[in-house]
């Protein structure tokens, strides 16, 4: 029904920068809102950052002023900007897309893309 695929990832240095990139197949404007959520080996799954249909923005504390969510309605694809990237941003990305059947949340999510910060 829905498909999320993720691209961008790969090996950086520390204070280097990448922009991930999701693709949908359906609009993302139908969307309530739109993530990004990332999984460390040994840790909980944590959201990143969020966009909502009526284009508000969260972060997570650990990447605000660093990460930047936005989206391109037009092309269906959903995208995140990291700069200055650190060590502790080494994870697994996963897009990740909300809807509602009716009161019932519904949550779709990509395949994931590895980012590694090292130098």
């Known amino acids: 029904q829905v498909q999320l695929v993720e691209s961008g990832g790969g090996l950086v240095q520390p204070g280097g920068s990448l922009r991930l990139s999701c693709a949908a197949s359906?609009?993302?404007?139908?969307?309530?809102?739109m993530n990004w959520y990332r999984q460390a080996p040994g840790k909980e799954r944590e959201m990143v950052a969020q966009i909502t249909r009526g284009s508000s923005t969260n972060y997570a504390d650990s990447v605000k002023g660093r990460f930047t969510i936005s989206r391109d309605n037009g092309k269906n694809t959903l995208y995140l900007q990291m700069n200055n990237l650190k060590p502790e941003d080494t994870a697994v990305y996963y897009c990740?897309?909300?809807?509602?059947?009716?009161?019932?949340?519904?949550?779709?999510w990509g395949q994931g893309t590895q980012v590694t910060v090292s130098s």
């Open positions: 359906g609009s993302i404007f139908s969307f309530s809102a």
């Open positions: 990740s897309a909300l809807t509602y059947n009716g009161p019932t949340p519904y949550r779709y």
